[in-house]
């Protein structure tokens, strides 16, 4: 698996004062592949899904995107900005909150990364912009500024902004959690299409059901350490260990949350 | 009962006239060196390095925690001795309410900085964006928004400190006043009239500075 695999995470740890919230963690993500990873809050998922991109910079271990690969530790020097933000160009990321730019609007939003980071012409951008925004059903929202979009429309953008970078990889860290329960669908449903086209994606959730229909493995953690991994149907149907079984009891399996297919 | 004769002053008008010139220009300059200052005030107090921090941390207290006046006559008398520099009343006083207007400066700019939602300079950095970038590009375009009205009126309150440099006879406004009242007899007359102008001036401005914070609160 390592030879083909996108994203190779060895042994990282990381704590923020006395607190350890990554124990020596091991994952890889096969190219195309989408790993969900579920526990409960505190268990470390969302500062592992910042290690991948290094938005949370690890104490130890080593993590590899592609052919980029950055050990940290004892001796080893941190990486630069510049040689951050190269990397991080690489890799899309979706936030809870969503974090799109009030002060631009949604067309300029999706353009920003392009225009500043690819150093790409304004019209190119703009060309990427609304060909992403259309891909994520919101072509007719360009010119309107986030704080006129629901929330759904909200981390939509934030997909295309995401997008528009042409990533390797995404990272959705709780893309669902801070929306509405009825517009939770329409963003799964982006997930999933991307899912359909082969990027290879890490997602963070609490949605059990999206979680099994569309990932396909699935990793359990829980206090800093990988408890439980394998593939997706099979750690949700038929989990190994207690903890898992203890977690996955509090989500009624049945309640289908996600949409089984896109309606387009 | 006193006879109020304002008509006593229309002598002294081009006296009054050339300290008002003063009093303007003058704010303008440290108003523009004093913002500079506060910049670098405030990216030093936001600086990763331990060091800087404390650099900057020093000038915004030294010079927010003590009198403008004693710095005026500091600057003027102590430091050409210590630094063995001869300073004009006017470079001094320059300095001084520069210096003074930046350590303000800079807890506003810092201020207006640190309230931006982490999210955003995260989002930023997840694009690729360098931290310098997400400042220029993300950050500052939305905290310069929050900062203006504090500005504006810490603004109002330097263009009101430049009466103090008269100490250090500036001929600005009061110092002017002040020849003017000792020629004519007529000092109620004359600090009556002074106190008109400058607040002739800065009524319009306030009004513009809490439409501004108006308009704020309804973009926000």
């Not at chain 1, 860290?173 to 086209?197: H, K, R």
């Not at chain 2, 060091?51 to 030294?62: N, Q």
């Not at chain 2, 630094?83 to 207006?112: D, H, Q």
């Not at chain 2, 009205?149 to 109002?156: E, G, K, R």
Request: charged share 20%.
């Amino acid at each position: 698996m390592s030879e083909t695999s996108k994203i190779e995470i060895r042994g990282l740890r990381k704590r923020f004062g006395s607190n350890e919230v990554l124990k020596n963690i091991n994952l890889d993500v096969a190219k195309g592949g989408v790993v969900a990873l579920i526990g409960p809050s505190g268990s470390g998922k969302s500062t592992l899904l910042r290690c991948i991109n290094l938005l949370v910079v690890p104490d130890g271990g080593s993590v590899r995107v592609g052919d980029r690969r950055f050990v940290f530790g004892d001796g080893a020097k941190l990486p630069d900005v510049k040689t951050l933000a190269k990397f991080r160009a690489t890799t899309g990321m979706v936030f809870q909150h969503f974090n799109l730019f009030p002060h631009m609007t949604t067309l300029q939003n999706v353009m920003e990364g392009p225009v500043t980071v690819r150093r790409m012409a304004k019209a190119d951008a703009e060309t990427l912009a609304r060909a992403q925004l259309a891909k994520v059903g919101l072509a007719e929202k360009a010119d309107q500024y986030p704080a006129t979009l629901s929330g759904g429309q909200k981390q939509r953008v934030a997909i295309a902004r995401a997008l528009a970078m042409e990533p390797d990889v995404m990272l959705f860290d709780e893309a669902t959690s801070a929306l509405d329960p009825e517009l939770v669908g329409e963003v799964l449903n982006v997930i999933q299409q991307l899912a359909s086209e082969g990027m290879t994606m890490v997602i963070v959730t609490h949605e059990i059901a999206f979680a099994r229909e569309v990932a396909d493995r699935l990793i359990f953690m829980r206090d800093g350490v990988v408890v439980e991994e394998g593939p997706a149907r099979q750690v949700i149907d038929t989990p190994r260990e207690a903890a898992t079984r203890a977690f996955l009891g509090h989500f009624h399996r049945t309640g289908a949350l996600a949409p089984a297919t896109t309606a387009t | 009962m006193y006879q109020w004769d304002f008509g006593i002053l229309w002598s002294y008008r081009w006296l009054f006239l050339n300290g008002l010139g003063v009093t303007v220009g003058f704010t303008i300059v440290i108003v523009v060196c004093g913002l500079l200052f506060g910049l670098l005030g405030a990216f030093g107090s936001l600086s990763r390095f331990k060091e800087i921090r404390l650099l900057a941390l020093t000038f915004i207290e030294a010079f927010r925690c003590t009198p403008l006046l004693v710095q005026l006559i500091w600057f003027y008398y102590a430091l050409p001795i210590l630094a063995g520099v001869e300073m004009t009343p006017i470079m001094a006083s320059a300095l001084a309410l520069s210096l003074y207007g930046g350590s303000f400066y800079s807890e506003i700019i810092r201020g207006g900085i640190v309230s931006i939602d982490k999210g955003q300079s995260e989002a930023g950095a997840a694009l690729g964006m360098t931290p310098g970038q997400s400042m220029r590009r993300i950050v500052l375009p939305q905290a310069i928004k929050r900062m203006i009205p504090a500005l504006m009126n810490q603004s109002v309150i330097q263009f009101k400190n430049t009466s103090l440099v008269s100490v250090l006879a500036v001929p600005d406004l009061v110092y002017q006043s002040q020849v003017a009242a000792h020629d004519s007899y007529r000092p109620l007359e004359t600090y009556t009239a002074v106190a008109i102008a400058y607040a002739a001036i800065l009524i319009p401005l306030t009004i513009i500075v809490r439409r501004g914070e108006k308009r704020l609160a309804v973009s926000e």
